[in-house]
Nanobody, 126 residues
């Protein structure tokens, strides 16, 4: 079972920034497309962003477009999600997920992904 280490979550004030990371344990992410998802209490898990294995294609949910940036460093086998202008409604557990296939427009569909991380908590509050 492939596993991830997600890090960088925490408490931040509204309007602040955080960068969360997704690093695999025991394998390389280089051949996988990566999605970031989030789940707030009482809500369904939703797709936030996606990056293809090469990094050449990225996608964002409308609610984070212009505020979040996904990137990857294949030399470090790490994917990042830079989150700026954070709002209280961004508070959630954030998960990274890996897919061995190009998802295209299906990127928010959770069943497209083969492996999931344990999540990192992001709390936006004053």
């Amino acid at each position: 079972q492939l596993q991830f280490v997600e890090s960088g979550g925490g408490l931040v004030q509204p309007g602040g920034s955080l960068r969360i990371s997704c690093t695999p344990s025991g394998f390389t992410l280089n051949n996988y497309a990566i999605g970031w998802f989030r789940q707030a209490p009482g809500k369904e898990r939703e797709g936030v962003s996606y990056i293809s294995s090469s990094g050449g294609i990225t996608n964002y949910a409308d609610v984070v477009k212009g505020r979040f940036t996904i990137s990857r460093d294949n030399a470090k086998s790490t994917v990042y999600l830079q989150m700026n202008s954070l709002k209280p409604e961004d508070s959630a557990v954030y998960y990274c997920a890996a897919s061995s296939m190009f998802a295209g427009s299906l990127w928010p569909v959770q069943s497209w992904y083969d492996y999931w991380g344990q999540g990192t908590q992001v709390t936006v509050s004053s």
